[in-house]
């Protein structure tokens, strides 16, 4: 099996993996009084995520990867295990406000108010760039900017509300 594939694989399954833990978690963020707000634009986020994770399948799982950029998005993995570990069973896909819960200010919502888009952001281009695809990072950090445009002014209203 090739590097490109190993990668390919190993992100895939980490996304289902997150995709089991966020639906775990929004269910029981639910069970205690949570609601969702912004859940209009959710399934955009779903069709950005999912195509941009077949376009890879489609485009890259053939190609050599640039071990750079492979280190970087290794860098971006940790990050996001750190954000997933932060908010711990208040973590999930979705804009879950759980009335009269304060707002986590551990691990990197200390330094800054979304780093989990930020790390988002970084991953669409960077395993992109890894597979030397550097038109399709562009196009999906187009598309992912104009989803978080409208999805962090709806999380920062739901959060500004509780």
Do not use: C
Not at 52 to 72: E, H, T
Not at 106 to 135: D, K, M, Q, T, W
């Amino acid at each position: 099996m090739t590097l490109s594939l190993v990668v390919l694989v190993l992100v895939t399954l980490q996304r289902l993996g997150e995709l089991v833990l966020a639906n775990r978690n929004t269910a029981r963020l639910k069970a205690q009084g949570a609601v969702e707000v912004g859940a209009g634009h959710y399934p955009l986020i779903v069709v950005l995520h999912a195509a941009w994770l077949a376009g890879l399948w489609v485009l890259a799982w053939d190609r050599p990867v640039v071990l750079g950029w492979l280190l970087v998005f290794l860098v971006l993995q940790a990050l996001r295990v750190w954000i997933i570990a932060s908010l711990g069973g208040r973590w999930t896909t979705r804009i879950i406000i759980l009335p009269q819960a304060p707002l986590v200010r551990r691990g990197p919502y200390r330094i800054i108010s979304h780093p989990n888009y930020v790390v988002v952001a970084g991953e669409i281009a960077v395993l992109p760039l890894a597979f030397g695809l550097p038109v399709f990072a562009l196009v999906f950090s187009i598309l992912n900017a104009l989803v978080l445009s409208v999805r962090i002014r709806a999380e920062g209203a739901a959060l500004r509300g509780a």
